[in-house]
């Protein structure tokens, strides 16, 4: 049974970058999509983006522009770095193992998930 | 962007009620979508995927239907570990969407 465990600071500072790292446990990364999802009172549940065990990525369009992810293999670990953040970044930070199936339409699902890191932004 | 809907936002009910839970997409989704419990504190947990396979593990009083746009999450006979909020999620397309959420809170 796969689990996730992520680490990394609580709180960022305004116009800094949040990292935080997500491990796997109990299984390989590799074959595997790896997501970081957000939760926040105000905009509920949003995806960031995901990257494959190879390095190819997808990014939220909203996010884009601030986002990079990377994947250790040798480590099984995966990464979030989001720069330049805002209070409007304070949320809770999930890392989710996606599923895929390949088929038409797409399938796929975000399963297990990390324990949640809230990562708050104040000065 | 396909944006996600879903009602009632809360509800109360009982140990043994049957609970419906209704999701809308803004677009036609096929059968791509998914629904997660969370607990308080807690990440959420996969529940059904492809809209009515449920995740192995879960209990079957758990049940998933729709196609296109409109999706029920139905839960026979509601248990005290149940109460928890629910979300619909879609995987058709990028970026995926969850839905706002519906709390299910003990009467």
């Known amino acids: 049974q796969v689990q996730l465990q992520q680490s990394g600071p609580g709180l960022v500072k305004p116009s800094e970058t949040l990292s935080l790292t997500c491990s796997v446990s109990?299984?390989?990364?590799?074959?595997?999509?790896w997501s970081w999802i957000r939760q926040s009172p105000g905009k509920g549940l949003e995806w960031i983006g995901y990257?494959?065990?190879?390095?190819?990525?997808s990014y939220n369009p909203s996010l884009k522009s601030r986002v990079t992810m990377s994947v250790d293999t040798s480590k099984n670990q995966f990464s979030l770095r989001l720069s330049s953040v805002t209070a409007a970044d304070t949320a809770m930070y999930y890392c989710?193992?996606?599923?895929?199936?390949?088929?038409?339409?797409?399938?796929?699902?975000?399963?297990?998930w990390g324990q949640g890191t809230l990562v708050t932004v104040s000065s | 962007d396909i944006q996600m809907t879903q009602s009632p936002p809360s509800l109360s009910a009982s140990v043994g009620d049957r609970v419906t839970i209704t999701c809308r997409a803004s677009?036609?989704?096929?059968?791509?979508l998914n629904w997660y419990q969370q607990k308080p504190g807690k990440a959420p947990k996969l529940l059904m995927y492809?809209?009515?396979s449920l995740q192995s593990g879960v209990p079957s009083r758990f049940s998933g239907s729709g196609s296109g746009t409109d999706f029920t999450l139905t839960i026979t006979s509601l248990q005290p570990e149940d109460f928890a909020t629910y979300y619909c999620?879609?995987?058709?397309?990028?970026?995926?969407?969850f839905g706002p959420g519906t709390k299910v809170e003990i009467k």
């Open positions: 989710a193992r996606q599923v895929v199936v390949p088929a038409t339409p797409s399938y796929n699902w975000f399963d297990p």
């Open positions: 109990d299984g390989s990364i590799r074959n595997y999509y």
């Open positions: 990257i494959y065990h190879s390095g190819t990525s």
């Open positions: 677009q036609s989704i096929s059968s791509s």
């Open positions: 492809g809209a009515s």
């Open positions: 999620q879609q995987s058709y397309t990028t970026p995926p969407a």
